[in-house]
């Protein structure tokens, strides 16, 4: 089984994004919302979106389209002051299509408490295998609520990359243990804002606030760029 090599996926990475220019999409375009319509306001011509978390309601949208491997990438800005207990995300899943089987490939961003850091973390499984996912975690090395950062995922027949600011953090090949655990049916990409105080920062020690809410995430400059690649 032929794998990707960490600098394998920076040269992949560096076509993709090139070529992936050309395939910047807008909101309205490319993504529906998925519930919590009435948090979910698009500006910039359509090009860039914001989702909401209130008293209300979270929410969250998904791409129209299902997609088997390419390079995903959207520019994201999370929620300002104290966000304990918050759940950013970004990643693609078919748990619709395929409820007990489901696919998916993950960047979760963790609120933090006063005086801490963001903590992204990444996750990968497939065929239903939750139990068996693939969690890694950081902590971000800038403040992800004061400006636009890019996060990608690069997924090939065999291999995933996760890129912050298009620098590579995270290199995964399929290997003979991994079988059917590794991501390989078609996916959609989605983008929500919800409650996970009972685990999202430092193990569920602090909870969400509503009194600093709402909590809003920001999207823009998509670029979806579908599989262009064959398997080794």
Sequence with gaps: MGGLTFIGAVMIAAAMISSAESSITTFSKAF???????????????????????ETTSSGFHSKQMYTQGYFETSLKLP????????????????????????????EFLGRARGGKWSLQTNFY???????????????WFDPSEDFHRYAILWGPDWITYYVDRV???????????????????????????????????????KMDMSYGPFIAKYSDFKLHP???GSK
Excluded: C
């Design 32 to 54: 529906k919302p998925l519930y919590g319509e009435a948090n979910i306001v698009s500006y910039e011509d359509e090009g860039s979106v914001e989702i909401a978390m209130d």
């Design 80 to 107: 300002e002051s104290y966000t304990a207990g918050v759940i950013v995300t970004f990643y693609s899943s078919n748990n619709q299509k395929y409820p007990y089987r489901h696919d998916e490939i993950d960047f």
């Design 168 to 206: 590579p953090i995270r290199h995964v090949n399929k290997v003979p243990s991994i079988r059917d655990e590794f991501p390989s049916k078609e996916m959609r990409l989605y983008a929500t804002i919800w409650n996970g105080s009972d685990w999202a920062t430092a193990g569920g020690k602090y």
């Design 227 to 229: 599989k262009t690649f």
């Design 126 to 140: 497939g065929a239903g295998h939750v139990e068996r996912g693939r969690e890694e975690r950081y902590d971000l």
